[in-house]
């Protein structure tokens, strides 16, 4: 058996961003096992954005800092973390008036959202038909990475620290031994043993607390997304949603490519299953030409289908875990991606410090078997 | 003379001989003439998908000739062309004495007859047009 | 540039019409690509790279690659090679990535339907269109797609005659088989055929197709045979993109289909069968080839096709790899030099060659994308080309509902993929209840016609590839 100080589960941004923090606090003697490649799972599959326009405060926290972060580990890292903003369109007064008082509640964080008249949203990306859109919420500190940059970044800062990245590292077995509160993981290769040990699995943790009989409160949800040949690049700069065209979501790429999606329907049920549906492509080419008419003539490149590893309140599970040295950070309902950086320095602080000024006590996964449910996050796509 | 050494599924030419002169093991075989029997009427020449076969006559006095599939734009009966070798090399000049247009041709692909001196009926496999 | 006089080929006269080229009036034949109708105006530079903005021009000539993409009628990306010129059209080369269209365009809205046939065929080339008699010959109704505006697939453009046996089509020249098996295809009544429709995905059972540019359907057929044939492989050599490099198959495409002369002279790399049977064609068509470059030491094509040049003078220079391509713009001329037994370059072994076109048959690989977003189980096999799905004697692949069926199941011909078609057709209409012990007696013998083609010693690398991947049934169920 080979012992570890900490031992990571999951090679996607949660899991990186955490073992970055953690070498950061010198935690050298630290194992990511990733049962793929990095990437393989959620964060490639994911649609690149990043943003701190939520509804609820600690959300909106995590993501100032996450915002802040990123800026700061792509500069170190070397890979482009784009601050084009996201920029919601709204279609009805109300919706507008309810972006409104969220944009007061962001500015209270220091989050400088704006609500734009429909010109303005024009004078951002001038492609947008605004003859139906009634306003628009933008926060220029929003932006975008691209999964792949991100990733390989990380496996080449792992590669040059004392850290190890495992791929190709599918872990086949755990065990809790009480005696020195060790947690045995094993992969086909070899046995690992480490005190701490974090399940950044995302939709496949539940499949891992199975393996040590605990019960993990995740389901997968099949979300669709797809990417179209490359246009110039600046045609789309910020992040464009319309809550109003079946939670659509789409900008463009640093390759070229518009990617995006819209909602899954409510009656899907969650399963494993990523195949693409055709229906889908329907729905995305329908709301895409709606919000931007030109779009009817892009071709769609690639369609795929990931998860949203949801939690009963559609916030994530971050912490300890009914097993000391067990923790979570997983769950993130569709906002791993853009809130790793900030969990992987909140959970990291966690782990080292035993505290953190994030506010991770309000993602406590125990809040679960206390029955206190948070609000549901601001969810899209 | 059939100049088709591989063993490629193929069997037109077995197929269409109006003499049964050709022999074929099976349709991978390759192809040999029992010269006993073949008369000279150049059916293999017109429906050999390959054109790998050409008709050698000394049997006049008045000659050797070769008949060649020909693809290509056709010469004119009596026409002095430049006979070529199986490198395209030039041989001598020869007189075309004979032709079938891919309209006459039973199997879709024209054929030129030249007269040919008898020391190179086994090396002229071609003709160009001498513009 | 058009080929007036040809030997086997005639290229009747159409209706003239006029489209414009970044704001210039070009002429054009009915019934011709925009992209033949720009290279016979002698315009053959179609687009700019996206990123290091290097001209672009024709390669595949069938909408397999995305060399030819232009601006047409304000839509960007659209592929001139099976895009049909029309009276007025406004086309524009694209420089770098397009742009989004600002405003909407001429283009109707998409209309988004459904069909529902007991058979989807997609390719209409020798396999597809052998596999949709089939089944339609069984009771079964067919809906045939095929990405290309005619119907033949690469048959249409094979002048030579087909070898094989002659209770089948053997001596009957390419063409006239396509046109023979198109025509019976368009006048049977239970196939309905739809050109100029890509299939875009296979979802489950369903698979989306998307019609000229407009429509966009959904179809549910109870089975799918995939026939959607190969793409030319590209090779790596210095300005290897610039405009006068083709597909040999593209070459062919132009000069055979569509009477347009692809330049004046040609180097051919590749001395296999289509290296050979193309040159052949180019001289045909009054076009000089100055040799066939070839990297193996020896001829890969049949004696006999090789024979069929040598005669014209023609040299075939095995051992050496093309270098490099010259020119400012396009093509000028052609370095080849000598490879040793090793792979290694032989230093000043260099040949040039003054050509306006080098033609590349280097090989082809399966279209397998459909196979593989359909969930078919694939295996790499080079005998075969590379990628190709899984399946058992009866072209079913790992999903029941989907058949495979020519060039995409593994690289042969068309002989071969006509018996395939045949297999695939009449199991996938067995399979829901039509045709009956006659569609066992097409199997059978197709079957056994297949074995005879390919039991000579040319193809014993075939054989074992196949063997690979012809598992005795079905390894899931779907």
């Known amino acids: 058996m080979i012992t570890k100080d900490v031992i990571i589960i999951g090679g996607g941004s949660t899991g990186l961003a955490l073992g970055y923090y953690l070498v950061n606090k010198g935690v050298d003697d630290l194992l990511i096992l990733e049962k793929d490649y990095v990437g393989s799972g959620s964060t490639g599959r994911c649609g690149t954005g990043i943003r701190a326009q939520f509804a609820d405060k600690p959300t909106i926290r995590m993501m100032k800092r996450a915002e802040a972060n990123w800026k700061e580990i792509s500069s170190e890292l070397d890979f482009e973390f784009n601050r084009t903003g996201y920029l919601y369109l709204h279609y009805t007064e109300s919706d507008l008036e309810r972006y409104r008082e969220m944009s007061e509640l962001q500015n209270s964080f220091g989050v400088p959202t704006e609500i734009l008249s429909p010109e303005d949203a024009k004078e951002i990306c001038d492609l947008i038909d605004i003859s139906e859109v009634k306003g628009a919420s933008f926060n220029p500190e929003d932006g975008k990475a691209h999964p792949f940059d991100v990733v390989t970044s990380f496996r080449k800062y792992f590669r040059e620290s004392e850290a190890e990245l495992k791929e190709n590292s599918e872990v086949t077995s755990m065990k809790l031994r009480r005696r020195k509160g060790l947690k045995l993981v094993k992969t086909p290769s070899s046995t690992y043993g480490a005190k701490v040990v974090v399940n950044a699995a995302g939709g496949w943790a539940p499949k891992l607390g199975e393996m040590i009989n605990l019960d993990i409160p995740i389901e997968p949800y099949r979300h669709q997304a797809i990417i179209t040949e490359p246009f110039k690049l600046g045609s789309i700069e910020p992040m464009i949603i319309s809550m109003h065209h079946g939670d659509a979501y789409f900008t463009q790429t640093n390759r070229g490519g518009i990617i995006g999606g819209v909602g899954t329907p409510e009656d899907e049920p969650p399963s494993y299953n990523m195949t693409e549906s055709l229906e889908f492509e329907k729905r995305v080419s329908e709301a895409f030409a709606s919000i931007i008419p030109g779009l009817k003539h892009a071709r769609m490149l690639r369609h795929w289908a990931g998860y949203y590893a949801m939690s009963p309140d559609g916030n994530p599970l971050l912490g300890e875990y009914r097993v000391p040295g067990h923790y979570l950070a997983a769950g993130f309902s569709g906002h791993g991606y853009m809130m790793a950086p900030s969990v992987g320095e909140g959970l990291a602080d966690l782990i080292v410090n035993g505290q953190t000024d994030l506010p991770l006590d309000y993602y406590d996964p125990e809040r679960v078997d206390r029955g206190e449910l948070r609000e549901d996050a601001l969810q899209m796509g | ?131 | 540039m058009r080929i007036n006089d040809h030997p086997i080929l005639s290229f009747p006269e159409t209706e003239t019409i006029t489209f414009s080229y970044q704001g210039r009036e070009i002429n054009a034949k009915r019934g011709e690509t925009i992209a033949a109708a720009l290279h016979n105006a002698g315009i053959t530079e179609l687009r700019n790279s996206g990123d290091r903005e290097r001209g672009r021009g024709l390669f595949c000539a069938i909408g397999k690659c995305s060399s030819c993409l232009m601006k047409v009628d304000g839509v960007p990306n659209v592929r001139t090679c099976i895009t049909m010129v029309q009276e007025g059209m406004e086309v524009e080369k694209q420089t770098g990535f397009p742009e989004i269209p600002s405003k909407s365009t001429k283009l109707k809205s998409e209309i988004i339907e459904k069909k529902s046939p007991e058979v989807l065929v997609i390719g209409g080339g020798p396999a597809g269109l052998r596999a949709s008699l089939t089944a339609a010959s069984a009771g079964a109704s067919v809906l045939v797609i095929d990405e290309n505006p005619l119907l033949g697939g690469q048959m249409i453009k094979q002048t030579h005659k087909f070898f094989g046996s002659s209770d089948q089509e053997a001596g009957e020249r390419g063409k006239d088989i396509g046109d023979r098996l198109s025509r019976e295809v368009s006048d049977h009544p239970e196939i309905e055929v739809m050109t100029s429709t890509s299939a875009v995905g296979i979802f489950e059972e369903k698979v989306g197709i998307y019609k000229n540019r407009e429509k966009f359907l959904k179809v549910d057929p109870e089975k799918t045979i995939v026939a959607t044939g190969a793409t030319e492989d590209m090779i790596k050599f210095p300005n290897n993109d610039m405009p006068g490099v083709y597909g040999a198959g593209g070459v062919q495409t132009l000069m055979n289909v569509y009477g347009v002369k692809p330049g004046d002279r040609v180097l051919m790399v590749g001395a296999g069968n289509v290296g050979l049977i193309i040159t052949y064609q180019l001289l045909q068509a009054n076009v000089e080839v100055a040799a066939i470059a070839e990297i193996a030491s020896e001829i890969g094509g049949y004696f006999v096709h090789a024979a069929k040049i040598r005669r014209h003078g023609i040299p075939i220079i095995t051992d050496h790899r093309v270098s490099r391509v010259e020119g400012t713009e396009k093509v000028e001329r052609a370095v080849i030099e000598e490879v040793g037994d090793s792979g290694e370059v032989i230093q000043g072994t260099e040949k040039k060659f003054d050509v306006d076109v080098v033609a590349l048959a280097a090989g082809l690989s399966p279209s397998y994308k459909l196979l593989n977003h359909g969930g078919c189980e694939l295996e790499f096999q080079p005998a075969l080309g590379g990628h190709v799905p899984k399946r058992d004697k009866r072209m079913r692949t790992t999903r029941e509902e989907i058949y495979v069926a020519g060039d995409a199941s593994g690289i042969e011909e068309a002989t071969s993929a006509m018996l395939e078609g045949a297999i695939a057709g009449a199991d996938a209409a067995l399979s829901i209840g039509k045709g009956g012990p006659g569609e066992e007696d097409i199997i059978r013998d197709a079957r056994e016609k297949l074995e005879k083609l390919r039991a000579g010693s040319y193809y014993d690398n075939l054989r074992s590839g196949l063997q690979e991947v012809e598992k005795p049934s079905r390894t899931k169920e779907q």
């Open chain 2, 1 to 131: 003379m059939i100049e088709c050494p591989q063993e490629i599924p193929c069997d037109p030419c077995q197929a269409n001989c109006p003499a049964g002169a050709i022999d074929l093991e099976d349709i991978n075989g390759t192809p040999t003439v029992d010269f006993e029997k073949c008369t000279g009427c150049s059916v293999c020449v017109e429906s050999c998908p390959g054109l790998a076969i050409f008709t050698v006559d000394c049997s006049s006095e008045k000659g050797c000739t070769v008949t060649i599939p020909y693809e290509f734009d056709l010469p004119e009966v009596g026409e002095e062309v430049i006979g070529l070798n199986r490198k395209g090399e030039e041989i001598s000049r020869v007189t075309v004495t004979s032709l079938k247009t891919k309209g006459d041709s039973a199997f879709d692909t024209p054929t030129v007859t030249v007269q040919v001196q008898e020391e190179h009926v086994n090396e002229l496999r071609n003709i160009r047009r001498s513009k």
